[in-house]
């Protein structure tokens, strides 16, 4: 079934309004609820979860220093909408199959509000995980300005909750970026790009098996999956008339497991102003921008003098990254800006020539350094199960480090993939990548350095909370732990793989 391109126009989620603001705090409610939406004119209506109504959820834009308070309540039926493996460490039948907890991605909060996966509940509270602390989640937003996103963390069926529709964008403003003049209002556009597959009927199609089914399970978790066809906003393949004049696009790659590498069709240049946790020092003009899930890159595209054309945002990242298939005609297009509508004003935004400092951590700070691979190997159904450290979820915690303190991880990829490797609480700095001799280390548990260090690419010198760690190489992160102590978790922000076993506990000590 082939969906025609660029027939729907991109939807932009509305921001969404408190219930409560003074001065002191703001409150929002947040409503999950099962509903049907047209996620393409030519397909039935597509039933999916998502926030107050809308796939993808509405914005919540916050200002730097305000204290929010969510309370994120679930409304879901109480019946799945997609095939769960009770197999899956969290998910197994003891457990409501219907249970959900929100984590913000990229923000610094208290443990009991960071969506930790084990904190979930069910419609009502009526039944919540063992880690499940309180009804009410605050956000003290102490992050300078920033392109966060929301989604669902529940223990063993994130995958199935974020593909459900359960995703978000919540944005964080302040008074130094105001002061840039950098495109605002209606022209500042989040652009969520997702992957999915359909049925004949519109509904969402999620594999029950991998392509070697296993016998003896009704349901099984695949290694990875890969959809058919590309969503901005929650529309396939949609078109956004623009004026020509400069735009703000904050990107974001949340599919489960599909790797993007974006370019402009016109040839034109992406101006990238920002990375996970904020502004760059200065923008850089890219060709390309490669995004993992979760990666965000905030851009700047310059439509000036462009009056009449069309322009495709395209993708040649393969899947899986970086060793499987290229795209091919429909996974290869991403989007389309149509340069048709008046200048309503003169464009007097601009892209600044520097935005501000942006101090690297020093190596010398680091008090810890932490060895941690990445690996691969295989459960009693011969299935790959990803590990961290080749530790499970359940496996005492290990990473322990004293609030205000610096370390040094060393990412040890021992597997074929690249593996986004996300971290709560904090913004890190990557140091540099460095091939090394797989067989090497997996025989004498040494690392044998093939190739000099490599310097992060230019899109990635910025604050980070997700990182590429790409096969034969070490990646390397410096970070300073804080301002909370508690419970966190690190994990591959491949869904598949971070559902199953491919996440950690960390604690952050007094």
Known sequence: MILSKFVDELPIPPILNPRWKDQFYTYYEVNMTEFKQSL??????????????SYPGPTIEVESGEKVFIKWINNLPDKRLLPIDYTVHGAHVDVPEVRTVVHVHGASVEWESDGYPDAWFTKGFKQVGPYFRKQIYRYNNHDRACTLWYHDHAIGITRLNVYAGLAGFYIIRDHRERLLNLPSGKYDIPLMIQDKTFNKDGSLYYPKQPE???????????????????????????????????????????????FYRLKLDSGQLFYQIGTDGGLMEYPIGVKEITLAPAERADVIIDFTNLE????????????????????????????????????????????????????????????KIRYLTLNDNVDKYGRKLMLLDNKRWDDPITENPKLGSTEIWYLINLTEDTHPIHLHLINFQILDRRDFDVEKYKKERIIHYTGPAIPPEPQERGWKDTVRANPNQVTRIIMKFGPYTGLYVWHCHILEHEDYEMMRPYIVIR
């Open 40 to 53: 393409h004119s030519e397909l039935n209506d597509t039933t999916v979860w998502g926030y107050e109504g």
């Open 212 to 258: 070697k089914p296993i016998p003896e399970l009704e349901t099984s978790i695949v290694p990875e999956f890969i959809g058919d066809t590309i969503l901005v906003n929650g529309k396939v393949w949609p078109y956004l008339k623009v004026e020509p004049r400069k735009y703000r696009f904050r990107l974001l790659n949340a599919s489960n497991t599909r």
């Open 308 to 367: 009449g054309k069309n322009i495709i945002m395209t993708n040649d990242a393969p899947a899986p990254f970086p060793t499987g298939d290229p795209p091919d005609e429909n996974t290869s297009t991403v989007m389309q800006f149509r340069v048709t509508l008046p200048l309503s004003n003169i464009d007097t935004s601009v892209i600044p020539s520097y935005m501000g400092p942006l101090p690297k951590i020093k190596e010398q700070l680091a008090s």
